[in-house]
């Protein structure tokens, strides 16, 4: 029987995917030497891990420092068949590439050294089929995903593509990407508008959107593509219930193909995996609600709640006139979340779900009528 891979072989050959992925996306930009530099490096590391891994599953002698040439000889001696690795010459080419560039600042020739991805690509398919009985082309960075939603979203996606439901694949990575990076459009409801709006759709094209990939290191261009393909997801204000819509333009048969589907996919998980972020970066921010909520009291005899701020909105408001909505009572309090804007210091705008503001989700009063305390949430 074969040796039972461990998690962490498992793991470095996942890595080994994601650099060998990276460093082909560098190389395949053919006008920009630094880039093509960068792709090669990333090569040369999706190589030495592949090589780590295998070594380690071999149970070779590892001990102190190892460079990438020493991996052939270390595992010939420890497998039992004594096979001998393909591509030593290539790849001791592209280390002494890798140390030009480190070491002494000289890029590759670009035409020269194209080979590469595909040379990297073929020795690391052939030892990890040798010696772990795996199809490196089947090792998924979906492995990387820590969103559990996310990924069952995506691991669905990959089931219908198995099974030729390409129009259903499309909608289940719409899904995915509205848990990835879309899903904040939806909360940002006009909130004299409230009332009026009973679904809500993401907005992918929007300048917000495009600020919040480029910041997140994914290529608008290609979101984009991705988003002509599949369908804009919506969501229900009162229920929270998701939908989705096809722009007819796109959205039909004719790109409802397996090649289609196979690119988003892996863009989507590329996506998942660059707005993840480590668990621990320096710094944590929590937000208000998820910690406090606002004891609100009445300062003198009463406070007057308002439908709408004092100050006039820039859109003529569909609820016609400001008019009183509640009046709090010295001795009575409400529980809710306060809020001010800098147009607007002297105010509060308001949120609370106490039952006696009739169904109006959100209201304000000025700071001079009422006092605000912070509490924990139990």
Sequence with gaps: MPKKIREEVFNRMIFARKLYKDGEIACNIGNDQMVF?????????????????????????????????????????ADTHKRTLPYMIPIRNLNTIRNNIKHQGILPDIKNNAHFPSTVYQLITDICQTYLGLDFSSISLKDLIRDKKVLNFINRAEKEIADGKIRESLISLAYAMYCICESSSTLAIPRFLFKQK??????????????DLLQNRVDPYLYHRFKNLTPIIGKYIKTHKLTYWWDKTFGHPANWTERNAKFCLDFCIDTALKYQREKDEGYTIINYQSVFEDLIEPVREKAVFWNQSKYPPEIASPLGPRKKVFTLKKGDSIIGYTWDDKDRLDEWEILSHDERFKGILFSFVSKKEVKVTRKKRK
């Design 37 to 77: 530099a960068k792709g090669l490096l990333l090569l040369h590391d999706a190589t030495e891990n592949a090589l780590g891994a295998i070594a380690d599953h071999l149970g070779a002698g590892l001990k102190g420092n190892k460079y990438i040439l020493d991996y052939f000889e270390l595992i010939k001696k």
């Design 198 to 211: 009973e679904l809500i759709f993401t907005k992918p094209y929007g300048s917000d959107q495009t600020i």
